[in-house]
């Protein structure tokens, strides 16, 4: 045997054996090479598919991508990537990791390397697949961690509305829209009335049971765009875009008659509530989003010392 026979065969038992897939297609597209890995992963060994063509044997695969990209080494003759964050794989190949990764293939990463003859012609060209699986579920499973983050800065963890910080830069954001397009925009301020009154006699668990049911009926009144938030304690805001005065009362008394039919159960009793609202329409006299706060708040103080219980309309 000589030396390049002995370096041939070396070479054919690593590509063999290396746990990654390598096939080599000519210009028909028909199977050159066939390594173990590929026949491993898809079930067919490499006496079934050497000479066939790629597409005949795999007829679920993406024929027209894929062609293409093999197409483009042949004619220009140079490398070709793509990577399982473009398309996440070429063959629908099981994996070997925990259906908690939440994949239901095996990621791949693929090169495409041009086999080029003595006079710089390409031959054929030789595919290698990387299991990228382990990187996609990492990267999966970080994104998912930086999404719950940055929920959990932007969210009140007890009624799981935004919390005020993220209410109030909302705020603002529709405010300069409402000013910059005249576009109609209103703003909801309420408490519970007699909040005090419902932590002395049931205790902290109680005003937080109230708390929580006030929330979800809040989210149960309201169309997607607008925007709810824990403003502090036992008040609200709530961001009506492209709604005037009186759009704003209307959804203002039903969020109010809807918290007073609402008592909430609590261990083996009920705790009724109410809440007081100020209604305040945007204005091109207010000077910023805290102006309009402010007049929204005094609409509440009046409610309040109306008795509780209503909804009151900014002078």
Known sequence: MTHFDASKELLEFIVDRVNIGVFILNQNHEVQLW???????SGKSAEEVVGQNLFQCFPDLPERWFARKVNSVFMLKNFAFTSWEQRAYLFPFRHNRPVTGGMDHMCQDMTLMPIKN???EVESVCIVLFDSTDTAIYRNMHQAAMQKLEMASRVDGLTQLFNRAHWQSRLVEEFSRAGRYKHPMSLLLFDLDHFKSINDKYGHLGGDAVLVRVAQLVMESLRESDVAGRYG????????????????????ERLRRSIES???????????MSASIGV????????????????????????????????????
């Open 280 to 315: 305040v329409e945007f204005c091109s006299d207010f000077t910023d989003a805290e102006h309009m706060i402010s007049k929204a708040d005094e609409a509440l103080y009046r409610a309040k010392e109306m008795g509780r219980n209503r909804v009151v309309p900014a002078s």
């Open 35 to 41: 390594n173990s890995f590929m026949a491993s992963n």
């Open 262 to 272: 609402s008592p909430v159960p609590f261990e083996n009793l009920t705790i009724a």
């Open 233 to 252: 304690g036992e008040e609200f805001g709530i961001i009506l875009p492209n709604t005037d005065g009186g759009g704003a009362m209307v959804v203002a």
């Open 118 to 120: 003595a006079d710089g």
